[in-house]
């Protein structure tokens, strides 16, 4: 399989525990990005990386939440202190370039209860 | 105002219609323009570019209006199979290459 991976699918967790989730991009892919959704909304902006730099992060993300992409392949998301609202589908894209389709994983389902 | 914004859903449309989505988005930076497609609890995939000269893909048609800011998705002869969620998406470019969403319009196609 080739295209993105997430891992994993689904977490639930207690409030106040730290969790970590992975995407694996398409392997060429430079573009990697992670969002949030919820029911009824869009995906919401997380943070954008362009290989290993991290370029841009939603003023929206507190610091309980940080990401990286350390050699511009795989990238994880943390989230420190978790709280219910936190309780979403965190998705990850990539894509090769600016202007190009960007390809989603399947996403990882948090419920913090 | 939001980045990008859409029609409110939902659009409730008989099988053989024709419906048409719209979108706005606030940066007039915006280099990109897609249509994404979202079905119940999976990810969203593209449906097609926007490009400025208008684009036809069977029966999608997409539009830009860079001066308006404005996008807008035409869907002719509705079939069963296009119920789904329809996400307007801007692409800021360069260093700004984050992917903007808008919170997508849910049609539902009857029979």
């Known amino acids: 399989d080739t295209g993105v991976s997430q891992d994993p699918r689904h977490k639930i967790t207690k409030r106040g525990q730290n969790v970590t989730f992975r995407c694996d991009p398409i392997?060429?892919?430079?573009?990697l990005y992670w969002y949030r959704q919820t029911l009824g909304q869009g995906p919401e902006f997380l943070t954008y990386?362009?290989?290993?730099?991290?370029?841009?992060k939603s003023r929206l993300l507190s610091d309980r939440f940080s990401a990286e992409r350390p050699k511009g392949s795989f990238s994880t998301l943390e989230i420190q202190r978790t709280e219910q609202g936190d309780s979403a589908m965190y998705l990850c894209?990539?894509?090769?370039?600016?202007?190009?389709?960007?390809?989603f994983g399947q996403g990882t389902r948090l419920t913090v209860v | 105002r939001k980045e990008v914004e859409q029609d409110p859903g939902p659009f409730n449309v008989p099988e053989g219609a024709t419906v048409a989505f719209n979108c706005t988005y606030s940066?007039?930076?915006?280099?990109?323009f897609f249509w994404y497609r979202q079905d119940c609890r999976k990810e969203p995939k593209l449906l097609m570019s926007?490009?400025?000269s208008g684009n036809e893909d069977g029966r999608f048609t997409a539009q830009l209006n860079r001066a308006s800011q404005y996008i807008s998705l035409l869907i002719r002869d509705s079939k069963l199979s296009d119920s789904a969620t329809y996400l307007c998406?801007?692409?800021?470019?360069?260093?700004?290459?984050?992917?903007?969403f808008g919170k997508g319009t849910k049609l539902s196609v009857k029979p």
């Open positions: 894209a990539s894509g090769l370039m600016t202007g190009h389709e960007a390809f």
């Open positions: 392997s060429e892919h430079n573009r």
């Open positions: 990386f362009q290989n290993e730099a991290q370029l841009e």
């Open positions: 940066n007039s930076a915006s280099q990109s």
């Open positions: 926007v490009y400025s």
């Open positions: 998406v801007v692409d800021l470019g360069g260093s700004q290459g984050n992917l903007i």
